[in-house]
């Protein structure tokens, strides 16, 4: 089998080790703010990147060696990789993963010998899940990458590609209800265009809402429980993705009445190519009830496109976990790795050393998160800062008792707006650096 003999499973540490392959802030029992880091965070392993990243890039072919990967893939590489991938994942003590159905079991020449080489897999996964406590986060099917989605799954102006994709959610769903998974998610993959002369955008975004709608309705029909969510991204592969934002996403759940069903999963690399922080991406989220799930990865702002690095940095780790506590945490999501080991770092090992990374700086920035709240220093700034609305006109304004002939009244009275306070930026930032 061939998978990580060298390894043994990962032990936190503390800060004061410099072993690079233990844990320095993720204690997986440690208790923060009533609950244990495990259960705030749910860390999760992306397959497709974890297991079946190359290393290839538009310049190159794959670097990787995995020693565990035959020559040719076949049925059998696919379920002896999956033995492996689950030796990873207890070594680094992570309770889930996440698949889309290409990535687990190669495709057939048919749709029905991909649905038999999938099954035969799936078995294997479902043996693996019962001799460990990993567990499924959210399954998802690949739409993207055979000629057939070229122009997109659900929105192809091809209706058989609308089809076969259907076909191909359809078993997904399956197979992750077999497997207990928690939730099932839709990335746009090819759903957008390059060209609006070429294209007829409300048809595409008509028959995106049928085809989730469909899914629901199975999901539904087969007693399929998980969560669905909607993976925002504004581009790459096409130059619009339909998926844009959060703030686009949840339109698009609201207008075709698919709210109820379907939450978010959002991405911190896929933020950043929005022209957003993935701060403002969850708040956003959050704040509508909308945060399902987080897909943890960071995007090199320098390259400018989809780099899926591990996330190291402690700000971003910190302004995520302030918002999930804010928010009261995850419910049916967790933090899955959607990041992938630079092409240069080739070796088995690598995939420890960027998990471990990972699962550290989130560590942190919900020690540093807590540590903020628990002093409250933000909340009585926050509430200085909103203090007008608290009572007077601010009230009456909330309250829904002004109107625009009300408040032209009020301020003839007046004469003038009381004075605005600082908004005193640099302390609250000079506060935030405090902590970290
Ligand atoms: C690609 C997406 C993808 C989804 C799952 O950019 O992040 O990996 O998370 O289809
Ligand atoms: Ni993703
Ligand atoms: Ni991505």
Redesign the pocket.
Same mark, same amino acid.
């Given at each position: 089998m061939a998978g990580f003999p060298e390894v043994s499973r990962i032990q936190f540490e503390g800060t004061t080790s410099k072993n690079p392959l233990a844990f320095h802030h993720y204690d997986e029992d440690a208790v923060v703010e009533g609950k244990k880091m495990k259960d705030h965070f749910r860390f999760s392993v992306a397959y497709w990147h974890t297991m079946r990243g190359t290393g290839s890039d538009p310049f190159g072919p794959g670097t990787m060696i995995r020693p565990w990967e035959a020559a040719v893939d076949s049925v059998e590489n696919a379920c002896n990789r999956v033995r492996v991938g689950f030796e990873f994942m207890e070594k680094l003590g992570v309770p889930y993963y996440c698949f889309h159905d290409r990535d687990v079991s190669p495709e057939g020449k048919t749709l029905a010998e991909s649905n038999r080489n999938l099954d035969a897999v799936v078995k294997v996964l479902k043996e693996e899940q019962q001799r460990t406590d990993i567990r499924l986060l959210w399954g998802t099917a690949n739409l993207f990458s055979n000629r057939r989605y070229m122009h997109g799954a659900a929105t192809s102006p091809n209706a058989d590609s609308f089809a076969f994709a259907a076909a191909q959610v359809k078993k997904a769903l399956e197979v992750t209800k077999e497997l207990g998974g928690q939730g099932y998610t839709f990335?746009g993959g090819r759903e957008g265009y390059f060209n609006l002369w070429n294209t007829d955008m409300k048809r595409e975004i008509d028959h995106l809402a049928v085809f989730m709608r469909m899914a629901v309705d199975y999901a539904r029909e087969i007693g399929f429980t998980g969560q669905f969510y909607f #993976?925002p991204k504004p581009k790459e592969p096409t130059k619009h993705q339909y998926d844009s934002d959060s703030a686009a996403c949840i339109n698009f759940l609201r207008a075709y009445g698919l709210e109820k069903h379907v939450k978010l999963?959002i #991405?911190a690399n896929?933020a950043t190519l929005a022209g957003h922080s993935m701060h403002h991406e969850i708040e956003y989220a959050a704040m509508q009830g909308m945060l399902g799930s987080i =897909?943890a990865n960071y995007g090199d702002l320098l390259l400018g496109w989809d780099t899926d690095q591990f996330p190291t940095d402690i700000y971003l780790t910190t302004q995520i976990m302030h918002t999930l506590l804010k928010y009261g945490g995850f419910s049916t999501g967790g933090l899955n790795f =959607?990041a992938k080991v630079r092409r240069e770092s080739f070796e088995p090992i690598d995939l420890f050393h960027a998990h471990i990374g990972g699962m550290d700086a989130f560590a942190r920035g919900l020690k540093i998160a807590a540590a903020i709240r628990k002093d409250g220093a933000l909340g009585k700034l926050l509430q200085e800062r909103y203090r007008s609305w608290d009572s007077g006109i601010g009230a009456e304004i909330e309250g829904g008792q002004a109107n625009f002939k009300t408040l032209e009244k009020y301020m003839l009275e007046q004469g003038d707006a009381a004075p605005v306070s600082s908004g005193r930026q640099e302390m609250i930032e000079n506060i935030i650096n405090m902590y970290l």
């Open positions: 990335w #993976e999963n #991405e896929h =897909d =959607d």
